[in-house]
């Protein structure tokens, strides 16, 4: 051991999940018996992709308020018996909204 190249250990602690999926990533790269190199060319060469999920969360607050209004239009028309032409009109322009939100979101997410 006096001649490793390789002289400071990194312990790294994992539920028997986790070593399973490991053992099984290890496997499709061909490193199967050989966790050192795995792990060494993961920490050294892997990446981690971080997504900001702050757009989707105000998306969804969005159409939280959006399902609200038309829960309101839904309520008023039950209480009156019928639905007027600018209930469903304003029901149109609030999915139209919801639309243009998801669009817009997705397309910002490029």
Known sequence: MADRKRKIPLIVYVTEKERETI????ELAGSANNYSAYARKMLIDGYVIQIDHAPIKELAREIGGIGRNINQITARANAMGN????DIQDIKELMKEVWHTVRYTLLSQR
Do not use: V
Not at 23 to 26: D, E, I, L, V
Not at 83 to 86: G, P, R
């Open 23 to 26: 053992q099984k990533k290890m």
């Open 83 to 86: 639905l007027y032409a600018h």
